[in-house]
Every structure is written in C-alpha cells, then in structure tokens.
C-alpha cells in the first residue's frame, strides 16, 4: 500500500461521526375546551294589564341567546322584571338579586309599554354579558372580570346598603293640573267653577292620588228672586285601578271635599248665610297622554253632601234645596315636569 493512501485511510477512520438529527415531531395541537351549556336565568315577571306578558318577555329573550324560565314561590330569583302602563308614559324596572339584597339595575319609561319591555330584555342580556364571559383574558391581556360592569349592573358598595324595594315603590312623581268644571245640584241651575290639583303618582303603580282646591259660583233666578251661591273647598281624591288603551286611559276613582258653602239673595228682607259643606264624590277620568308630560282629561262625578241645604225666600217658601246627588262634569290639563 502506497504509504499516502494509508495515512488518508487512518484520518478517515480518527474523524468523529455525526449523527444525524431526529426529524422533529410538532406536539399536539390542545384539544378545544368544550364550554357547558349557560344555565337557565330565573325571572321574577309583574306586568299591568296593556304591557307583554311574561312568555312574550322570555321569547324575546330566547331570540338574544338567553335561557330563561319565570320563577315561582320559592324558587332561586336572578332578575325582577316590573311593568306598568300607565296613561301619561309606561315604566319599567329591572333588578337584580344579589346576596346582599336587591339591587335596582334600570329605570325604563316610554309612551309604549312594549318599547319598555324590549329596552329591559336587552339591560338584562347586557347585565349577563360580563357573567358569561367569566374570567376569560381577552386578547388585550385583560380578564373580563377586571373589566367594569355597566352602571345599571354595579352592585353598591359594601357600607351602603342596597335600597329596599318597597322603599323605591314610595318614590312617586308628582304631576299639577288645572280644571274647568260644570255643577248641578248645587244651586238653582248649573254653577260653573274651576279647581287646582296636585297629584302623586307612584313609580311603577297604577295608582294615584290627588289634592286639589276648586271654587264654584253662580247667579241664578227663583221665584222672581236673585240668588248667589259661592263655594269653596279642599278635595281629596284616589285612583287604585287604571284601564290603558294605547294613549287613552280610563280611571274609576272615589274622594270627598270639605269646604265653606254661602248663599244669599236680593232683596228687602234679603236673605245670606254660611254654612259646612262636606261631600263624597264618585268619578270617572279619561285622560289622553298628548305627550309624555302634558295629558288632557275629562272626568264626570256623582257629588253626595252630607247636608242638603235648603234656600228660603222673603215670603217664607223654600227657593230651592241642594239635590241628594249632584253632576258634574270637568274638562283640564294635567302637567308632570
């Protein structure tokens, strides 16, 4: 062997050798986390006659992606949904229960109560939205729990308790009017007159209750004499049931005055006089919700005194006597800031 092919042959031999790299195996791709079904949200559901009902307001939920069922006595309650229709504009109420207590998460009115309705289906699919998203990081690095909740959905801080329902029931908005009305009974014909009311109406309720001043005067003739009759007095009036239809109303309500009731006549021997006048009154109020704070009305009553008086003549014989049952009809405005 040639001596330069055995030193080739000794320095292929020494060289180390390389072993060849393992083809890389990529690890598996993480298995996609199968996430459970939401669990059903209980709904406590009120609603007054002319607003959805409670099937209507879970379909409409359904249509968001939410499950809902309405919750009976006893049963676990997440959300309170309240409507009422009222004559002058609908409201609503979405609340929360918490652990604390109950938490009120929205306030709704519009003139439709339907409209109502949907605004709080759509409060209450975004006050579950963070509870859905859970802990999960959005692509930002922030988890969705870290992230603020809508103002209707924040919960009060702890050294503030959460404001009893019954409590924000007694909130009531107050409305003034004014009304032109027409008497019979009073005097000998009809006694026009005018009153000035306040009325409270309490949020979410279809009750309501008014106070007002009115005043009546007429000058009539019987029996060839003149005869004056003023009347002023204080009422009090209350409505516990409305019928709604669209922007008409209809409220049977009962009340009573009291109030100072003179009368005089023409005369030589001329008769004036005063005395208590007192009253229970039936009525029937219509009122037309113009918009949502100016609402005309027309109300027919049934005025019952307490004492019927009666107006003498010079000659002794009873000019008239105040009727066992009087009418009247009122045409007004109500006005609510």
Known sequence: MRPGAFIALCCAL???VRAQPAPAVAPPAPAATAHPPAAAVSVWYRSSE???DGASFLARLGQLGRTAALAGVGDRVDFVVTLAARSEVSAGRLERQ???????IREVESPACADVAEALALSLELALEPAAAGSATSATGVS?????APEAAREPPADRPAEPAAERALRAKLALGAQGRLGLGLGPQLTPGAAL???LVPRGWPSAARLGVHGAYAESEARSTNVRVLLLAAELDACAWRWQLGALSLEPCAGADLGLLQASSDGARGNDDRGLWASARGLLRSRWALSA????E?????????TRYVFGAPE????FRVSAVGGELSVGARWAP
């Open 144 to 148: 969705a729990a870290a992230l603020p």
């Open 98 to 104: 918490t652990e604390r207590g109950t938490v009120a």
């Open 293 to 296: 704070s100016l609402q005309p």
């Open 316 to 319: 002794g014989d009873d000019l």
């Open 298 to 306: 027309l109300q027919l009553g049934l005025v019952v005194p307490f």
């Open 50 to 52: 002319g607003c959805p």
């Open 197 to 199: 009311f306040a009325e």
């Open 14 to 16: 020494a060289a180390p």
